[in-house]
Structure formats: C-alpha cells, structure tokens
C-alpha cells in the first residue's frame, strides 16, 4: 500500500483557514479516489470531502456548506483540503485516506496517521 501522510494542521484562530496536504510516499497514488476526514474527541469519524484522482470530481459531506475545497496535485502525488472560516466545532485530528470513492467510510482501506487541527474561539 501507499504510505500517506498529512501536514499542515495547527492552532488557528475561529474564522481563520489552514491548508492541509495528504502526500502518497513512494509511489504515485493506486486508488480511484481520496477522502478527507476528521475525528473529534468522544465522538466518531467523519467524511468531509472525496476526490476522485482520476477526473477530479470532487463531493462534500452536507454540512461542509462550501467551506472547504478539496483538489490534486497528481505530478506531487498530494492531495489538499482548504479549510476556511473554521470554527471551534472543527477541533478534530483530520485524516486522509484513500479507496474506492464512496460517500461512507467503509469504502477506504488504507489512512494516514492524522494532522490535528485546533480552533480557538
């Protein structure tokens, strides 16, 4: 499998934006699709947006609400989610993933460890 690997979290204030970044090591990336995620403490993971590498189509959890944007880089083998206007709800260890490209998280099989996002109000 393809190693992935997140960057770009941090402590950000309310209404503030970050860039993180999912970068395949080793080789170029082998599924259809990657998703980003977020896990707040006490509660359960979550899909916020799905890109599929191929033709770029891109789909976002309801309550995303255009705040984020999810788009490639395939000549760097990364994949990056805009965060924008974050709020303190969005404290959450934000992962990256890669499968099949469906709206669930079942449909992914191989993660990275997590970048944590922290928003202060």
């Known amino acids: 499998q393809v190693q992935l690997v997140e960057s770009g979290g941090g402590l950000v204030q309310a209404g503030g934006s970050l860039r993180l970044s999912c970068v395949a090591s080793?080789?170029?990336?082998?599924?259809?699709?990657m998703g980003w995620f977020r896990q707040a403490p006490g509660k359960e993971r979550e899909l916020l947006a799905v890109?599929?590498?191929?033709?770029?189509?891109?789909f976002y959890a309801e309550f995303v609400s255009g705040r984020f944007a999810i788009y490639r880089d395939n000549a760097k083998n990364t994949v990056h989610l805009q965060l924008v206007n974050l709020e303190p709800e969005g404290t959450a260890m934000y992962y990256c993933?890669?499968?099949?490209?469906?709206?669930?998280?079942?449909?992914?099989?191989?993660w990275g460890q997590g970048t944590q996002v922290t928003v202060s109000s």
């Open positions: 993933a890669d499968g099949l490209g469906t709206a669930t998280i079942g449909g992914y099989d191989n």
């Open positions: 080793g080789r170029t990336f082998s599924s259809p699709a």
């Open positions: 890109i599929n590498l191929r033709s770029g189509t891109t």
